[in-house]
């Protein structure tokens, strides 16, 4: 069956389709309806059910004979580590953490944020929690103390398991202090602390709130599998939005489940008990997905890698684990093969491995470009797929789909939308566009299982931000257009969202830090290309009337406040002190135009400028720091 056959069939009937699909699942009350419309454009999949997420992606392995593959390999070469847990170990060593979590009171429903970097425990408390029927919310290592906070007061964790420290090339992280400092400014306490203690370095303990990952395990009764109902949440991911305030993205149980397991072999193209590598981070959506859940519930091996595509200890990592570990398909971002590319652009490193069992790469995260893509086509010799996605559907949108039919590659396009999605480009009047004609990428709803059924506390926030928009559609943020073939472009966020090395990040949530600076009346930020990152947010500055300090002084704090702030991952590095900023007359702060302007672009002048000479300015500041260029 090819691709077209398969998307009717889900066209002619989308709830059977997902029923068949759902035929994979070990199932404790197996589905009797998939869809529930709960009005107003909310829906859930497979409430009816009762399930274990824990059972689907370890004890079931077991118990059907692949006690004995390998279930995680972690490869480290930041700490020089390399380990193989089997499915049997995975289960021995999640039901333990799992028995003391409830040991330590932690309940079906109690949230548990995980601040963990690139280790196995990371996976093994994911599905600890699962296990039990915890809610887990992994926080990205990258991040400061305030986000963590801020996360900690949404999600009011009763536990945290976090690391001592992560570890990144050329210095230790130390996550206690930051995992402390973030408890103490949040309201919510969590009750529990659970460390891992990394012997790169061993961080300091709170009596009477934190114990040690091993040690609270001793002598504890393992836990069993918990069925819950199909549309209890399996986690909460925070992700950016228009504001400093994240919004916390629900995935439900089964739905996960079910399109989870369905794409490993339509969209992967992978069998059980081969090797499936995503080289992202467990604080990401793809390390949630394809890093933890979707490889252990087909029964793949994982790879846990602790590491960067370039200087661990260079640009021929990636295939030297693809090769060791032999890897089947291989999942990362475009940002990180140009990381590669750069240091060795001829490809010489691959020639280094036998890269025989590769059969595909995907990428995801931001646009492919097309110079990177052939790059890889190039030299791994194998086809590179361009999928597209986000945080809030768990899985790809729009895909070439391997295992069902290679579509013809074409450049700039993530290809096709995958069943589940009617992927339509609205114009502002809500109505589809022409093919070939730019809009807003929206989804008709309902949206397919897997996908976020509303968000954590904030289901008002959740219709404004996704629903409003196009009444009976999803509103991806994202502006792009479909051409005759039904291949689908993604072009620009529609918002202030900008993608910093496959990272998402607001530029709204760095305005709040620049804004809260004493000496700054007004600011904004802007993404502006990068031929490494995609975009780097650059700041603008206005000071306040009397201020006489010196601009690289202020630009020099408001860089520590976003890092300390936000983290280092928001890599805002740099800033102009401007007079005044472009504004329409109605007040509306010009970003677009000065993001044209930052990369050297050709730009019209927009008819609602209050005062044109401000872009000249906005020009010539933007040259000191080398952008603006044509
Ligand atoms: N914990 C603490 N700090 C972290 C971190 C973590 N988990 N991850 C990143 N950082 C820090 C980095 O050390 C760096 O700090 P610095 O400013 O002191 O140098 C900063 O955050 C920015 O990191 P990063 O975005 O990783 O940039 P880089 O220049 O170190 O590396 C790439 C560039 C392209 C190699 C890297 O970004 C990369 O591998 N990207 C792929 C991302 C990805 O897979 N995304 C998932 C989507 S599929
Ligand atoms: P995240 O939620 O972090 O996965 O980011 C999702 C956003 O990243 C999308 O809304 C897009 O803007 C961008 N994105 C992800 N994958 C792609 C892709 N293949 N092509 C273009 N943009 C992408």
């Known amino acids: 069956m090819g691709y077209q056959t398969i998307y009717n069939a889900w066209k002619a009937d989308p709830e059977g389709f997902w029923l068949n699909a759902a035929e994979a699942i070990d199932w404790v ?8 419309d709960k009005g107003d454009g909310l829906y859930e999949w497979f409430a009816d059910t009762k399930v274990n997420t824990c059972w689907n992606a370890v004890d079931r392995h077991v118990e059907a004979g692949r006690g004995a593959q390998a279930a995680i390999i972690y490869d480290s070469p930041v700490t020089d580590t390399k380990e193989t847990i089997t499915y049997a170990d995975l289960k021995t060593r999640v039901a333990n953490l799992a028995g003391a979590l409830r040991a330590q009171g932690v309940e079906k429903g109690d949230r548990v944020i995980i601040y963990m970097p690139m280790v196995p425990q990371a996976l093994e408390a994911m599905l600890a ?64 602390c659970v460390i891992l203690q990394r012997e790169q ?90 890093i933890c859940y979707a490889p252990l519930i087909h029964g793949n091996t994982t790879i846990v890698f602790e590491g960067k595509p370039v200087g661990t200890p260079d640009a021929g990592t990636f295939w030297r684990v693809i090769s060791e570990h032999n890897v089947t398909s291989f999942f990362t971002a475009p940002t990180a093969l140009r990381a590669v590319k750069r240091e060795d652009p001829e490809g010489t490193m691959v020639k280094d491995y036998d890269m025989s069992c590769l059969g595909q790469v995907y990428l995801a995260g931001e646009r492919a470009d097309p110079d990177t893509l052939e790059w890889a ?69 309902p949206l397919p299982p897997g996908t976020l059924p509303t968000l954590w506390n904030a289901e008002a926030r959740f219709k404004s931000s996704y629903l409003e928009a196009f009444p009976g559609y999803y509103e991806t943020g994202d502006a792009g257009m479909k051409d005759e073939d039904g291949y689908l472009y993604i072009m620009a966020r529609t918002d202030d969202v900008i993608n910093v090395a496959g990272h998402r990040l607001s530029t709204g949530g760095m305005e709040e830090v620049l804004a809260a600076h004493k000496d700054v009346a007004e600011c904004a930020v802007i993404g502006v290309s990068d031929s490494l990152k995609g975009q780097m947010p650059v700041g603008f500055l206005c000071l306040n009337a009397g201020c006489d300090r010196a601009p690289e002084d202020v630009i020099k704090e408001v860089v520590a406040d976003v890092r300390n702030q936000i983290g280092p991952v928001a890599a805002f590095k740099k800033a102009v002190v401007v007079d005044r900023l472009p504004k329409t007359r109605s007040g509306k702060i010009l970003r677009g135009t000065m993001v044209s302007i930052a990369d050297g672009k050709e730009w019209k002048m927009p008819a609602t400028i209050d005062d044109p000479a401000i872009l000249d300015e906005i020009g010539e500041a933007l040259k000191t720091i080398g952008y603006a260029q044509t």
């Open 29 to 36: 009350e197996a589905p009797q309806q998939a869809l529930t």
């Open 129 to 192: 929690c699962g296990r039990i029927g915890a809610i887990h919310s992994v926080v990205f290592g990258g991040f400061a103390a305030n986000e963590l906070a801020v996360r900690i007061d949404d999600a009011t964790p009763k536990a945290i398991i976090a690391a001592s420290c992560g570890i990144e090339p050329g210095r230790i992280v130390e996550y206690k202090p930051l995992l402390d400092a973030a408890i103490e400014a949040s309201t919510h306490k969590p009750e529990l």
């Open 201 to 290: 370095h061993r961080a300091d303990m709170i009596d009477g709130r934190d114990v040690d990952y091993y040690g609270c395990q001793d002598g504890v009764e393992p836990a069993d599998c918990l069925p819950v109902e199909g549309n209890h949440p399996s986690y909460i991911l925070y992700t950016s939005g228009t504001t400093g305030q994240p919004k916390g993205v629900i995935r439900h149980t089964a739905g996960q489940l079910v399109a989870l397991n369905w794409t490993m072999q339509a969209i992967y193209n992978i069998k059980p008990g081969e090797v499936f590598w995503a080289a992202s981070d467990v604080g990401w959506v793809v390390g949630h997905s394809y």
């Open 377 to 445: 086509q190039h030299h791994l010799k194998v086809p590179v797929i361009d999928h597209w996605w986000q945080t809030e559907t768990g899985w790809a949108i729009a895909a070439n789909p391997l295992g069902v039919e290679e579509l013809p590659i074409k450049l700039g396009s993530p290809a096709k939308a995958m069943p589940g999605y009617q992927v339509d480009i609205l114009g502002d009047d809500g109505h589809p566009v022409a093919d070939g004609e730019l809009g807003a990428i929206a989804v008709k709803l």
